[in-house]
């Protein structure tokens, strides 16, 4: 059966280039935590850190930083006009940070055992674009 609601417009997040600049230019988690602590708003700097605590073995703080990167994203989304639901692009470059603390949320939900999170986390990146969800998978 055809949905015949249009769906609605894609949320498109502003740049930052200030913080896009400080992020690329961070090689380590201090630099990192350093961006997160200069740009708290920034979902960038906070994806930066859940996934190298993922990398290091620490879900507990991976989920932190993600939850925080998550949230910052959300109220990002809210006050450019997102109503939650909708397409929030991965090919758009500053909706990147939001997506993958979405998906660093996910993993480290289902490793330390929050499989119904980590299923719902999963299932929203996967609404908010497949191509962000086949690109972090």
């Known amino acids: 059966m055809q949905n015949l609601l249009p769906e609605p417009?894609?949320?498109?997040?502003?740049?930052?280039?200030?913080?896009?600049?400080?992020?690329?230019?961070?090689?380590?988690?201090?630099?990192?935590?350093?961006?997160?602590?200069?740009?708290?708003?920034?979902?960038?700097?906070?994806?930066?850190?859940?996934?190298?605590?993922?990398?290091?073995g620490e879900p507990v703080t991976a989920y932190a930083y993600a939850r925080t990167g998550y949230h910052r994203g959300l109220d990002a989304l809210r006050r450019n006009g997102?109503?939650?639901?909708?397409?929030?692009?991965?090919?758009?470059?500053?909706?990147?940070?939001?997506?993958?603390?979405l998906h660093s949320l996910s993993q480290a939900a289902a490793q330390i055992g929050e499989a119904d999170e980590a299923a719902r986390c999963a299932q929203f990146l996967r609404d908010s674009d497949p191509a962000a969800a086949d690109a972090l998978s």
């Open 9 to 56: 417009p894609a949320t498109l997040l502003p740049a930052d280039a200030e913080a896009d600049k400080a992020l690329a230019e961070a090689a380590t988690v201090d630099a990192y935590k350093k961006v997160a602590a200069d740009h708290p708003a920034f979902s960038g700097g906070w994806a930066a850190l859940a996934a190298d605590a993922l990398k290091a």
């Open 82 to 101: 997102w109503k939650g639901h909708g397409p929030v692009p991965w090919s758009h470059v500053p909706n990147q940070g939001f997506l993958r603390c």
